[in-house]
């Protein structure tokens, strides 16, 4: 929160302010941030299932201009398939492997 460019520069006044200031963040981050995890959707499109139609519609858009110019694409365009799991702290291969590891020793 405290990285938001709108984030108070001093402190809140009171503890309504700060709910207040806190309920538009929340607000904010589940219906307008578009979360790279989730194929650059917001948390809100996942959970009431309005993902799967953005994302279609975004494949479309990228691949019409593919076709129109072909010469600025390398490669093919990002995949935009929805995630079919999400996880709010998936663990790094790193960090299962060190718990295995312990498990193992113990």
């Not at 593919?66 to 079919?84: A, F, G, L, M, Y």
């Not at 702290?89 to 960090?95: I, L």
Request: charged fraction near 25%; proline fraction near 5%; aromatic fraction near 12%.
């Amino acid at each position: 929160m405290k990285y938001r460019p709108d984030y108070p520069a001093k402190a809140f006044q009171s503890l309504e302010q700060a709910q207040s200031w806190a309920d538009d963040f929340v607000c904010w981050y589940n219906t307008v941030h578009l979360h790279s995890s989730i194929s650059f959707t917001a948390p809100d499109d996942r959970h009431y299932g309005r993902d799967e139609n953005i994302l279609c519609k975004r494949q479309d858009v990228y691949e019409k201009a593919r076709q129109q110019n072909p010469q600025r694409w390398s490669r093919c365009t990002r995949n935009w398939n929805q995630v079919e799991i999400v996880r709010l702290n998936p663990e790094s291969e790193n960090s299962a492997g060190q718990k295995q590891q312990f498990k193992e020793a113990v």
